[in-house]
């Protein structure tokens, strides 16, 4: 498996000549989910999700099949009928010949007066790999690479770190960093790498990993 990141929260994975996207937000590339056979997405947040790219991407490739919660599949399920798919926690199903398991059910809290809302993780071949998207959820499953949200407005590093040590991947791979300036990524990988427990890691976009 050949884990690409994209900007921010955005990774592809490619197996067997077929590719899977996660998260093509706005912080993305135009092209991020470009000849990707499925889309997943986590959750409405535009970081994370941009109807425009997927809408472009949808009309693009008549075979492209998107998998997520509710709140996004009502805003493009009816534009796209049986090619837009509702998923929740405890789903499973075969998105680009990628087995993949639904965990969580909301955003983490980024402040009590603002209502949280629903949020999904996606646990890719049996725990090859994990994407939680803006949450901290803790899948019960044994996780090689996990798609570490290293920093966000609803988070702070102390819980990033025992996250880490929570899940105790083989390895953790940054995401959710478009807001983390190159200032701050040493005292993150620093702190991180010593604390966390596991091999800590960061891709520049555009880079790639054999997983």
């Excluded at 796209?80 to 983490?108: C, Y």
Aim: contains cysteine.
């Amino acid at each position: 498996m050949k884990l690409t990141k994209k900007s921010h929260a955005c990774i592809r994975l490619e197996k067997n000549g077929r590719t899977l996207v996660i998260d093509p937000g706005v912080f993305s590339e135009a092209d991020a989910a470009v000849g990707a056979e499925a889309v997943l997405v986590t959750h409405e947040h535009p970081d994370h999700f941009s109807e425009g790219h997927l809408r472009a991407g949808l009309e693009a490739d008549p075979g492209l099949q998107v998998y997520t919660l509710k709140s996004v599949a009502d805003q493009l399920a009816a534009a796209f009928p049986g090619r837009v798919h509702t998923v929740g926690h405890g789903d499973t199903f075969t998105a680009a010949g990628f087995d993949v398991q639904v965990h969580g059910e909301l955003h983490a809290v980024i402040h009590p007066d603002i209502p949280r809302i629903t949020n999904v993780g996606f646990l890719v071949d049996g725990g090859r790999v994990f994407h939680p998207g803006d949450a901290l959820t803790v899948p019960g499953h044994a996780v090689e690479t996990l798609m570490l949200p290293v920093q966000a407005p609803w988070s702070k590093i102390s819980e990033v770190i025992d996250y880490v040590r929570e899940v105790k991947p083989q390895r953790a791979y940054d995401i959710h960093d478009a807001l983390l300036t190159d200032l701050a990524r040493p005292a993150y990988d620093r702190q991180i790498g010593a604390l966390g427990g596991s091999e800590h890691l960061r891709l520049a976009p555009g880079e790639t990993a054999d997983l």
